[in-house]
RNA sequence: GCGGGGGUGCCGGAGUGGUCAAACGGGACAGGCUUAGGACCUGUUGGCUUAGUGCCUCCGAGGGUUCGAAUCCCUUCCCCCGCACCA
């Protein structure tokens, strides 16, 4: 009953304790740099120390492990490093609310998660740990932030910045989503702050670019980048306003629509909106600024209802020289572009609406192939120009060219580029994150902090309930001597973003004690690029565009050399439980060591990879994981089972095996060439997939009478190979129950060999496939011109092996040539009938033998035939009378199906 | 709106031109083993027929290409995900 039941799970759990402290003490995880082997870094994104791992971690780590084990089995020299991403804000949030230290609280956290990870029986190196929050790493953060500052990538600048109301802090870009903070989805408000930016839009062209290089990077990742960095090339051109001598620059990508335009929009935070109003229109346009300042960008752009003010004052079309009023509007954005546009209703469906509502013409000048009459809506696509002055006729892309080459030519404006990509703003108000390491000095100003006096620590006499930054209640850490004249100066008490830190770990696991800088040169030229990197979507334009932006930076400084750090990238689909992400309100959680604790870390490991391929959202099921379960424990007594009668350790495959040999020793081939060719793709559900029906294969063929010793060892211990990197404990246990004294962890992965596959027990797919490749590859030697008729006889011996290897499965005759039947069975026309043998003629190596008809057209045929096979294995053999074709092909069979051609059309 | 990805059997999920009525798992049904079983083993699991087989229907819907399509092309409907007034 269920003793025998939790007994099984009791062996399941101590296997695996056993082997994970042999893993440990024996090292075998340890990596070096070896010049001689190949390296393969495989990374997965380092967790934040929250209390507990969740199953996406679950996920993440089962994936990264099995193609860590997967990669080293195969003779890689595998660098597979964990660390955690320690700095942020929930610990502080512990502190406020728990009294708890953060750096006690993230550290407990850290202990409970390596717990964790250790269960599952994961294969880091665990000497490489690299933690963001000790000294050791953040004196780094600090070094690199000085030496960005010394080449002008950082500077400090008060601009409007996106404020979390509820972390109290300011936010990048990046980090705010639909107006939210990413982290706990308060709504951003808008400060004007003095603040610390990144340059990242020094890089925006090549981040751009080089996402070309990234074959192996998702696409949607590629185009959320694409779109996030929002490059457009167009023009700036002056727009003068009549009776004043200021311009008005507008920003746009289609210079080809100018002669539609029929107003001009400035933003309300344009600094001409006002001045340029005139003194009758002043106060309307006044209190729509203000009404529209007051707005959040959230709100402002949610709303979407389109709404301006007149100015009262017209902007001269420089090519048409026709008056064109200025408005004041709200869709019109300052940070982007000039902050001013031209509109032209009919050719842009913002423009379009706000033209319609204020009952401003609309003139249009570029038509399609077929013009439709009256526009109904704006038309944004290309075409021809007309009532555009000598362009007109040009289509559009001619015409941009030459309009931007008439503006340039005019000292009007220039060809110009922008980016929707800011700054990446990296001051934070926190206590829990690296110190940004410079003084203000009254004398002095901003000063960075001496290299030797790296780093600057975070202080401990701090205050967390006073609502602030904390650390601006630390008067030891506030007061400090200038740099530079060693006078009276204050500490910066801003903290970095903690994505400053996840910028570069995955280089510091590669000399993750280095004293002298962040990492050592060699090692880092060593290791890297990251060859597989995997981790969730959510850090698609965040952490990604960071981490590619600061090593093309810290190449730039001379510290690499190379241009992206992730060669090839997974992002693995979320955990879902009932169709809703697992969470704690909806009740629906699945805990990871619960799991664990019952079925243990293969079973766990091996669900979550078999149940969805792994950029796919995974529904957690039960049933499934008792499933995975049962088939473990099915593996597991059939090593058990099989080693009480049996020692395999050592396995005599016979050079020519016999047949029942011969059958799971193929089928073993096969199985090694499909789970090596899955897991190379990531995979990794087909592969286990694979090894499951494998598995049953073993099973069937031990239980048969005539079961063939040496060929069973050989599939068991194969299976046990393919088994490791998925389920590595039960494969160790099998492994050492078969005798082996090494580590299956370190035993090589086997290779596929084709010459053990025996043809006479290919699968039904390679057969049939081979199938209709030989029958073309007569049908054109032999010079039928028509077939009339193909008959393939398999013999029954033969039919009986391939029926055991598909698993009971009888294949029918209906099976074998149905697949030409109709191409013959009517009037096929030569031609179609030669464009299908033109199609499948590839190798007809594998041809044995032609049985031909008895009569004239089989002689004619045979002759044909003759010497157009290179191999001599191929036997031509004409029909004797009287015998069946069934019998004839078992009578003379040949290991492979015979091929009976009967008949062939002439002409 | 733009961009990315999808729609397959009771369910999850394979399958990208001929092994396909469709891998693998779950579930369901039947049988075996058992005192019993939620444990294990075997078989069945689109329909109709025969049970050696044959036929029909099927991979969101409708067309097309092809000797042949779940797979390629077009149209259309639906779903998910990103960005969202970026000029």
Known sequence: MSDEKENNRGVFLEIEEKWQERWESSGIFRTEIDDKREKFYCLEMFPYPSSKLHMGHLRNYSIGDALARFKRMQGFNVLYPMGYDAFGLPAENAAMKHGIKPHKWTFDNIKTIKGQQKRMGLSYDWGREVITCREDYYKWNQWIFLKLLEKGLVYKKEAPVNWCPKC???????QVHEGKCWRCSSPIEEKKLSQWFIKITAYADELLEDLKKLKDWPERVKVMQENWIGKSSGVEINFPVKGKKENIRIFTTRPDTIYGVTFMVLSPEHPL?????????????????EKVKKETTKERTEGKEKEGVFTGAYAINPLTNEDIPIFIANFVLYSYGTGAVMAVPAHDSRDFDFAKKYGIGIKQVIYPEESKGELKEAFEGEGTLKNSGEFTGMKSSEAINKIIDRIESMGIGKRAVHYKLRDWLISRQRYWGTPIPVVYCDKCGIVPVKEEELPVKLPEDVNFSEGGNPLETSSLFISTKCPVCGGDARRETDTMDTFFDSSWYFLRYCSPTEEAGPFRKDDVNYWMPVDQYIGGIEHAVM???????????????????????????????????????????????????????????????????????????????????????????????????????????????????????????????????????????????????????????????????????????????NLAL?????????????WSIMGNDAFISTAEWPEYKEELVNEKVMFKREMVRNLVEDINKVVELSGIKKPEKIRIIIADEWKRRVARAIRGMELSKKNMHVIMKKALKENVEPEAAARLVQKYIKDPSRLHKIILSSDEEGETIKENLQGKFERDKVELVIEKEGESGEKKAAGSLPGKPAIIIEGGGKN
């Open 168 to 174: 109290r802090t300011v936010l990048a870009n990046e």
């Open 273 to 289: 909106a006002l001045s340029l109003t005139t003194d009758e229109r002043k106060d309307e346009v006044k209190r729509f600024i």
């Open 543 to 717: 952490h990604l565009l960071y981490a590619r932006f600061f090593t093309k930076a810290l190449r730039d400084l001379g510290m690499l050399n190379f241009d992206e750090p992730f060669t090839k990238l997974l992002t693995q689909g979320m955990v879902v439980k009932d169709g809703a992400k697992m969470s704690k309100s909806l009740g629906n959680v699945v805990d990871p060591d619960e799991i664990i604790n019952v079925y243990g870390a293969d079973t766990a490991r091996m669900f979550i990879l078999f149940t969805a391929s792994p950029e796919k959202e995974l529904e957690w099921s039960d049933r499934g994981v008792k499933g995975m379960f049962r088939f473990l424990r099915r593996v597991y007594s059939l090593f058990k089972g099989y080693s009480e009668t049996h020692s395999c350790l050592e396995t005599h495959l016979n050079k020519n095996p016999g047949f029942n040999e011969s059958y799971i020793v193929s089928r073993t081939n096969l199985a090694i060439k499909r789970v090596t060719d899955f897991i190379s793709g990531s995979r990794f559900n087909l592969a286990i997939g694979e090894i499951m029906a494998f598995t049953g294969e073993i099973g069937n063929f031990v239980n048969e009478e005539n079961k063939a010793e040496g060929a069973v060892c050989y599939a068991l211990r």
């Open 722 to 734: 393919l088994l490791a990197p998925f389920a590595p404990h039960l494969a160790e246990e099998a």
